[in-house]
């Protein structure tokens, strides 16, 4: 019953360090979500997928590159870190529905979170 | 400047009473409006939605009031219990945008035994 799984938990890097961050999901979901969660705001959308091969920029997707080569995956990379990224990063995934009124019924089922520092 | 607002940072409770959380919007396109719960050092989970063309929706000791006119919604808590201290995310949505989520920046609910 895993769900959502994310890796690792928790990271220090150096700024200029690169780095990818994974998000795993068992549920068979087409959709996957990347997240940041900064002190005192909500969850800021990064990128998302809407499929397999597809993705698209979300809220904030400056200094980050994601790639989604198979379904259950979805993978955030920082090629170049800076201190201004430290944050809490996370994966969501959730499934395709029928639309009603224009939304799906399906909520966003969420990862633990990866927290990052960037010194 | 966001969208979605919960003014309050905070919130303590006494079990068994109720919790009242609340949530304004600015973007009079959104038409669908969720709650997530969230724990330290885990992800928010799902809570409760209501869609714009209704005004109020339960689902056991939770309930969410929508007022369109005033762009505000709330989460009602009854009773409130002592798990039920966690922080409280409201999220909004407009149609067409690929059912992207606005965030609000959480409430921190504490019950008091």
């Known amino acids: 019953n895993a769900g959502v799984t994310q890796t690792p938990k928790f990271r220090v890097l150096k700024t200029g360090q690169s780095m990818t961050l994974l998000c795993a999901q068992d549920m068979n979901h087409e959709y996957m979500y990347w997240y940041r969660q900064d002190p005192g705001m909500g969850l800021r959308l990064i990128h998302y997928s809407v499929g397999e091969g597809t993705t698209a920029k979300g809220e904030v997707p400056d200094g980050y590159n994601v790639s989604r080569l198979k379904k259950q995956n979805f993978l955030l990379g920082l090629e170049s870190a800076a201190p201004s990224q430290t944050s809490v990063y996370f994966c969501?995934?959730?499934?395709?529905?029928?639309?009603?009124?224009?939304?799906?019924?399906?909520?966003?089922?969420f990862g633990d979170g990866t927290r990052l520092s960037i010194l | 400047d966001q969208q979605v607002k919960q003014n309050s940072p905070s919130l303590s409770v006494q079990e068994g009473r109720i919790s009242i959380l609340n949530c304004d919007y600015t973007?009079?396109?959104?038409?669908?409006f969720l709650w997530y719960k969230k724990y330290p050092a885990e992800g928010p989970t799902f809570l409760i939605s209501?869609?714009?063309i209704k005004d109020k929706n339960e689902d056991g000791r939770f309930t969410v009031f929508l007022n369109k006119s005033a762009k505000h919604l709330s989460l009602h808590i009854v009773p409130s219990q002592p798990g039920d201290s966690a922080v409280y995310f409201c999220?909004?949505?407009?149609?067409?945008?690929?059912?992207?989520?606005?965030w609000g920046a959480g409430t921190k609910l504490i019950i008091k035994p």
């Open positions: 969501a995934s959730r499934a395709w529905d029928r639309v009603l009124f224009f939304h799906s019924n399906q909520p966003q089922h």
């Open positions: 973007n009079s396109m959104f038409d669908y």
């Open positions: 999220a909004a949505s407009e149609a067409y945008s690929n059912y992207q989520l606005i």
């Open positions: 209501i869609s714009s």
